[in-house]
């Protein structure tokens, strides 16, 4: 499985099928090359991000 490595959400797929070298994720908007495939780093990011999420908002 893929994750995003912003926010660690498993919500993403390529930008254009044809261009297999990007990726963007659903939930928080990241469009890029690099890519999450391990499932505990993923859930780190993921913690840190939404721990996070309101200090950015604020």
Do not use: H, T
């Given at each position: 499985?893929k994750?995003?490595?912003?926010?660690?959400?498993?919500?993403?797929?390529?930008?254009?099928?044809?261009?297999?070298?990007?990726?963007?994720c659903k939930?928080?908007?990241?469009?890029?090359?690099?890519?999450?495939e391990?499932?505990?780093?993923?859930?780190?990011?993921?913690?840190?991000?939404?721990?996070?999420k309101?200090?950015i908002?604020?």
């Amino acid at each position: 499985m893929k994750f995003c490595p912003r926010c660690g959400s498993g919500n993403i797929g390529w930008v254009l099928p044809q261009d297999r070298s990007k990726w963007e994720c659903k939930d928080c908007g990241y469009v890029g090359a690099f890519i999450i495939e391990d499932g505990e780093i993923a859930d780190e990011i993921r913690e840190e991000y939404i721990k996070n999420k309101g200090k950015i908002e604020d």
